[in-house]
């Protein structure tokens, strides 16, 4: 089996960062080829440095890398977009720091995911140009879900197995999806679900984008929704990630 090449080029994500030694920077970056790496950018803290600007969270970047036996190091990083919106908008931003974070649960380091690289530098995109930043992530959500294995199911019932009748259901994050009335009577778990909202969600799961966009959802069926979606994804993870209570906050504080 041949070894891996000793430097490669790729493209890459940063999707963490944080101070290492005096000058440099440790980054988290998810690649299409290579999955999830942590490379050293040397210097990266000095303002002279030519790496300086060119790894900034959530940009994607054009960066040669040399292999490591622990750490790999950035001998040369480039920025291809910088997603810019992402750093003048904070509401942007958190979401985009959500979106990394569920990507960073999800996926383990050095297993290659095209799917995941693609869809993440497609929703960082849609954060800067689109309007409805909670329509982005839930359409993120589903789709990451589809490509980890975890995609919910919408359209017969989790329990009994039959296609769903159109009326109010419930949505069960232990049964992986959608439970009709019938097959919930005497469980305690599931939470209510109401028709519209399960017509929202199967559109987001099997619509592209430029499809979904178009979409005008209220207020209180987003909550619906981002209540539905963060238990389900709380269960998968058996835990709440930071990102959702400070973004829960940021709402707040706008009203």
Known sequence: MPRPERVFRTEA????RQDFG??????????????????????????????????????????LIARGRELHIVQQAETKEPFLRLREDLLRGSYAAYLVELLDRFTAEQDPGRGEFRLLVQALGWLCDEDDPRLVARYYELRLLELAGFAPALHTCAIGQEPLEPRDQFFSPADGGVVCPDHRAGLDR??????????VLRHLQRQPWHAVRQL???????????????AYISYLLEQ???SVEFLR???????
């Open 249 to 255: 906050k940021l709402r707040l504080e706008e009203m």
């Open 240 to 242: 709440r990630l930071q």
């Open 190 to 199: 599931g939470l209510p679900l109401s028709l519209n909202a399960l017509k």
């Open 13 to 16: 994500v940063i999707l963490r």
């Open 22 to 63: 005096e000058a440099d920077r440790l980054l988290t970056l998810l690649t299409p080829e290579h999955g999830k790496l942590r490379a050293i950018a040397k210097g990266a803290r000095k303002p002279t440095a030519r790496k300086t600007g060119h790894v900034e969270l959530y940009t994607l970047v054009d960066m």
């Open 216 to 230: 005008q959802v209220g207020g209180p069926l987003h909550q619906d929704l981002e209540r539905m979606m963060h």
